[in-house]
Structures are given as C-alpha cells and as structure tokens.
Nanobody
Framework: QVQLVESGGGSVQAGGSLRLSCAAS????????MAWFRQDPDTDREFVAY????????YYTDSMKGRFTISRDNAKNTVYLQMNSLKPEDTAVYYC???????????????????WGQGTQVTVSS
C-alpha cells in the first residue's frame, strides 16, 4: 500500500505562484508513476500533469503547458507541481495520484491510478 500526502496549497493572487508537494511512503518511489489532478465543485476531476517513475517522461494538459511543471525527487519520495502565472480558473482541490505498473498513453485517465492523496486546496483570487 502507498500513502500520499499533499502539501503546499493556499491562497494567492492571480499571476502568483505556488509549489505543491506530495510525499509518498509504502514502496519504492521510483516504481510509482505519479500525476496531479484537480477538481472544483462544478467539474469532474481533471488531469493536470504526469511524470514517469524515473522522471524521464512528463505530460501536461495543453492549457497548463508552460505554466505548470511537474518534477520528482526520488531520494525524497516526493513529487512536486510548480504552478506559475496562476489564474482564478486554476482554483481547485489538487490531488496527487500514483500507479505501479504501466499506463501506456492513459496517463490522463484517473481510473488508472491506484493511490490518491487527500487533496490540497488552491485558491487564486483576481
């Protein structure tokens, strides 16, 4: 079993930045592909970014390319989401997710992930 704990959320003005962290425990971290999703009260949980176990491959939702950066430090069992140029529409609860085993090209499919954190709130004011 893998436990995921997010941190780093908060309130920021539009144009600002936040860095989210997700600490993992329970099995070798480099064997776990990781992703960030987000959800606000009016929408389904939405894919944000993905990073492979060794960090060699990353993918992003088009609307977040250039603003968000996913990274990981396997020595610290932690994945990060650096969010810059934040917009009010980025307001949501952000969740990290993990999966052991292959994903193929289904990294944006939330049903493919085995482990989820509890979420951290990000609020961007205009």
């Amino acid at each position: 079993q893998v436990q995921l704990v997010e941190s780093g959320g908060g309130s920021v003005q539009a144009g600002g930045s936040l860095r989210l962290s997700c600490a993992a425990s329970g099995r070798p971290f480099n064997s776990i592909a990781m992703a960030w999703f987000r959800q606000d009260p009016d929408t389904d949980r939405e894919f944000v970014a993905y990073i492979a176990g060794l960090g060699r491959y990353t993918y992003y939702t088009d609307s977040m390319k250039g603003r968000f950066t996913i990274s990981r430090d396997n020595a610290k069992n932690t994945v990060y989401l650096q969010m810059n140029s934040l917009k009010p529409e980025d307001t949501a609860v952000y969740y990290c997710a993990g999966r052991t085993g292959g994903l193929g090209t289904n990294f944006g499919d939330r049903s493919m992930y085995d482990y989820w954190g509890q979420g951290t709130q990000v609020t961007v004011s205009s």
